[in-house]
C-alpha cells in the first residue's frame, strides 16, 4: 500500500451530503476482475452533466476531495475508492464518513480526513474564491490552507500507523499466528462438544 | 460480570487478539463470497503466495451478475460470464464449498446462509456485500466489508476491527394488517437518517420484533445499513431455534439441544446499557414508501411528496429539491396514485417465501395493470421451489407477473435487468440511490403487498385496501 504522509495538491469540492458509493462507480462497471482502471468512470453519470462539481475548471487536476457528510454510504464496493485514487485523489475531507467506506479508503492509502462540518462549510466558501490549494498533514494531523486555514483532526492510531508506514494488514496478523491457532483448537472443539 | 448487551457477548467470544487502545482481532466463524467483490481477493492472495486459511469456514455462490432467464443457456454477456468462471476457478483451486449458477442451493448469498443453516446464532459472519447485516436477525454478529478484508479473512479467517458503539431500536405495540418489517426499518431510517446509525450495532427489540417471523427480522436486520449501522442484531428465540432446527448445517440430536442451550445464553441482559435508545410505536404505522433518492428519504403512504422549504438545513433543502428533480415530482403531489411503470419483487430484503405469500395473497384473482411490467426474482432457488410446491409460481403467473430464477436482478441492476431512463419502479429492494435499478430510473422502494397491489392499480396504492 502506498504511504500516507504528507500531501500538497488542489481540492475540489462537492457539497452534497449522503454522496453514496452507486455514485461514485455505477455497478456496470464492477465486473472487472482487477483493481485499476476504475478512475475514467467515477461518477460517471453525474459527470455527464455540464454543471457537475469536478467538471469545473477550478476542479481540474484536484488530488484533494472536500465533500458533505455521510460520503461513501451504501454498498461496501471497494471499488469506490480505487476509483477515486487512480482517478488522481489522495484525500477526502469531510465531516463524516460511512463505515465500510471508512475502512476501505484506509486500506488503499486513500487517507480519509472527518473535519467539523463548520470546518468543511469554510472550505466550501473558499473554494468559492477560485482554485483551492491544501495541504493535508498526517504526521501532525492538520488540514492547512488559504486565508489562514488551519484545522487538526484525529485519527485511530492503529490507521495512522498503516497509513504512515504503508504497511501490509495480512502480514501483520499473519504475525499473530500462534493466538489465531490457539483460538481455533478451542473454538472448534466447541462446534464438535 | 457487569450485564451485557447481546453484542458484547457475540464481540468478546470472537477476540483472539487486543492490544490496549487498539482495534481488536476478531475470529470469523462465516465466510461468504461471491461473483463480484472476491476476485481482487484471491489474485492478490495469489500474488503474495498466501493460501485461505478455513476453505471449511467459507461458503460462495453466484448472486450479483447472474441472469435470471433461462438457466440452460451460457451468461451472454462476456465480461459477467469471465467474472462467474473467475469464482469458479477461484473456489474449484481454494476447495470452497461453492453452489453454481445450475446449483438447486443457488441464490443471493443472504437468503442461502440462513437456509442451509450457515447462518446461526453467536457466530461472526462477514461478506464483501453490505447486506451481510441480514444475518443478525439469527442472533449473529454479521457485517459487510471491503475487497482488501476479503482478502484479509480469506488469508487468515480474521478480521481487525475497531469495537463499534450500541444502540438499542425498540420496536412498541402491534402493527395493522398490511404493515411489517419493512414498513418498521423504512420509518426507522427515516426517523434517524441514512447516517443516523454510523458507528453503531443495532440490537432491534420490543414486542413488535418478538411477534415477527425470522423472515421479517431478516428484512429489518439487512436495512440496518441503509441506517449507516455496521450491523443489526435480533436476540434469539423459539422463533429462530424453530426456523433453524432440521436445517442442512444444524447439529441434529442431543448436539442440537445443547446447541440451543448456549444459544438461549445470547440475549441482552437486564441492566445491560446501549449507548443510544430509539423507540418507535408500530401501531401508529401507515406502510411506508420512499419518494426520494435515499432511503431515508420516506413518507407514509398517505402523504404527499415533501417541499424542500419544509427542511430545516440548506444541505436538506438543496438534497431533497435534486432528489425530486431526479424522481420527476412536485412537492405536494400525494404519493398515493403516482403512476409506476415497472414493479420489482425481489432482493435480498424481500424475496423470501413469506414475502411472496403476501403478495401472493394481493394477486390472487386480480391482474396486473396492462401498462406495467412486473417481474418476481426469488431470492433463491429453493425459495422457488417451494413456491412452486404450493402453486405461488401460477399465481403470478396467471396476474402477469414473470416468474424467474434467482439472483440480486434488478436490485442493482447488474445483470439485463435494469430500468429505462425516466422509468418507474415500485420494488421491495433497498436502495433508491440515482440510477441503482438502471440509470434514469426512479426507484419507489416499499414492501412486497405495496408492491403487488401497485402492480394491479399500475400506481402507488394503500395496499390496507387490498386485504
Redesign the interface.
Known amino acids: 500500500m502506498q504511504p500516507f504522509r504528507v500531501h500538497s495538491g488542489r481540492a475540489a469540492v462537492l ?4 454522496v ?1 458509493t ?2 461514485i462507480i ?3 462497471f ?6 485499476s482502471g476504475f478512475g475514467e468512470f467515477l461518477f460517471h ?1 453525474w459527470r455527464k452533466r455540464p454543471d457537475f462539481e469536478l467538471n469545473r475548471p477550478e476542479s481540474t487536476g484536484a488530488t484533494i476531495l472536500v465533500a ?3 460520503f461513501g ?6 471499488h469506490a ?1 480505487w476509483a477515486l485514487a487512480d482517478y488522481g485523489f489522495r484525500a477526502i475531507i469531510a465531516p ?5 467506506f471508512h ?2 479508503c484506509c ?2 492509502g486513500l487517507l480519509p480526513v472527518t473535519l467539523t462540518p463548520n470546518e468543511v462549510e469554510r472550505l466550501f466558501s473558499l473554494a468559492g474564491n477560485g482554485p483551492l490549494a491544501l495541504r493535508v498533514d498526517l504526521e501532525q494531523c492538520e488540514v492547512t490552507g488559504p486565508e489562514g486555514f488551519h484545522a487538526g483532526f484525529t485519527m ?3 490507521r495512522r500507523a498503516m497509513l504512515l508506514e504503508g504497511l501490509d ?2 502480514g501483520r ?2 504475525k ?1 499466528e500462534a ?2 491457532a490457539a ?2 483448537r478451542q ?1 472448534d472443539m466447541e462446534d464438535v ?1 | 460480570m457487569p450485564p451485557r448487551t447481546l453484542f458484547e457477548k457475540v464481540w468478546a467470544a470472537h477476540v ?2 487486543e492490544e490496549p ?3 481488536a ?1 476478531l ?1 470469523v ?1 462465516l465466510h461468504l463470497v461471491h461473483e ?2 472476491s ?2 481477493a484471491f ?1 492478490g492472495l495469489r500474488l ?1 503466495g ?1 493460501t485461505v486459511r ?1 476453505p471449511d469456514r467459507t461458503l460462495a455462490t453466484v448472486d ?2 447472474v441472469p435470471t432467464g433461462d438457466r440452460s443457456l451460457p451468461i451472454a ?1 462476456p ?2 460470464a ?2 462467474v468462471r ?1 469464482l469458479v476457478e477461484n473456489v474449484r483451486d481454494a476447495g470452497i464449498r461453492f453452489y453454481d449458477l445450475g446449483s438447486a442451493e443457488q441464490g443471493i448469498v443472504h437468503v442461502i446462509g440462513p437456509e442451509l443453516g450457515a447462518t446461526q446464532p453467536g457466530m461472526t459472519i462477514v461478506c ?3 447486506h451481510t447485516s441480514t444475518h443478525g436477525a439469527f442472533g449473529a454478529l454479521a ?7 476479503v ?2 479473512v480469506l ?4 478480521l ?1 476491527q ?1 469495537r ?1 458503539k450500541t444502540m438499542a431500536v425498540l420496536f412498541k405495540g402491534r402493527h395493522a394488517a398490511g404493515v411489517g418489517a419493512k414498513d418498521m426499518i423504512l420509518a426507522l431510517i427515516g426517523r434517524i437518517g ?2 443516523g446509525a ?2 453503531f450495532v443495532i440490537e432491534y427489540a420490543g414486542a413488535a420484533i418478538r411477534e415477527l417471523s425470522m423472515e421479517g427480522r431478516m428484512t429489518i436486520c439487512n436495512m440496518s ?2 441506517a ?1 449501522a ?1 450491523a443489526g442484531m435480533v436476540a434469539p428465540d423459539e422463533t429462530t431455534f424453530a426456523w433453524l432446527r432440521g436445517r442442512p448445517d444444524v447439529p441434529v440430536g442431543d ?1 442440537w439441544d ?1 446447541t440451543v442451550g448456549r444459544w438461549r445464553a445470547l440475549r441482552s441482559d437486564d441492566g445491560a446499557t446501549f449507548d443510544r435508545t430509539v423507540e418507535i410505536d408500530v401501531s401508529q404505522l401507515a406502510p411506508q414508501v420512499t419518494w426520494g433518492t ?1 432511503p ?1 428519504m420516506v413518507a407514509d403512504i398517505t402523504a404527499t411528496v415533501p417541499a424542500p422549504d419544509a427542511f430545516d438545513s440548506a ?2 433543502r ?2 431533497v429539491a ?1 432528489a425530486l428533480d431526479y424522481m420527476g415530482l412536485a412537492a405536494g403531489t400525494p404519493l398515493e396514485g403516482l403512476k409506476v411503470d415497472r414493479v420489482f419483487i425481489g432482493s435480498c430484503t424481500n424475496a423470501r417465501l413469506e414475502d411472496l405469500r403476501a403478495a401472493a395473497a394481493v394477486l390472487r384473482g386480480r391482474r396486473v395493470a396492462s401498462d406495467v411490467r412486473a417481474m418476481v426474482v426469488p431470492g433463491s432457488q429453493r425459495v422457488k421451489a417451494a413456491a412452486e410446491a404450493e402453486g405461488l409460481d401460477r399465481v403470478f403467473s396467471e396476474a402477469g407477473f414473470e416468474w424467474r430464477n434467482s439472483g440480486c436482478s434488478m436490485c ?3 445483470n439485463e435487468e435494469i430500468l429505462g431512463e425516466g422509468e418507474r419502479c415500485a420494488s421491495t429492494s433497498n ?1 433508491n ?4 435499478q438502471g ?1 434514469g430510473g426512479r426507484t419507489h422502494l416499499l414492501s412486497p403487498v405495496m408492491a403487488a397491489a401497485a402492480a394491479v392499480e399500475g400506481r402507488l396504492v394503500d395496499a390496507r385496501a387490498f386485504l
Open positions: 457539497p452534497r451530503a449522503n453514496d452507486d455514485q455505477p455497478k456496470q464492477l465486473k472487472r476482475i482487477e483493481r453519470d458533505g457528510e455521510n454510504c451504501g454498498s461496501s464496493r471497494e475508492p463524516s464518513f460511512a463505515d465500510i475502512g476501505n486500506q488503499n485511530d492510531a492503529y494488514e495480512i496478523t499473519l499473530l493466538s489465531i483460538y481455533e473454538r462438544a | 483472539v487478539h487502545g487498539g482495534p482481532l475470529y466463524d463480484v467483490t476476485p481482487q489474485e503474495a498466501r478455513r450479483h451478475n454477456d465480461i459477467s469471465t467474472q473467475t464483501g456485500d453490505s457485517f459487510g466489508i471491503g475487497t482488501s478484508e482478502e484479509h488469508a487468515t479467517q480474521c481487525v475497531s463499534p441514512t447516517g454510523a458507528g445499513i441503509e449507516g455496521r448436539r445443547a435515499n431515508g444541505a436538506d438543496q438534497a435534486r442493482l441492476g447488474m436502495r440511490f440515482e440510477g441503482r440509470r
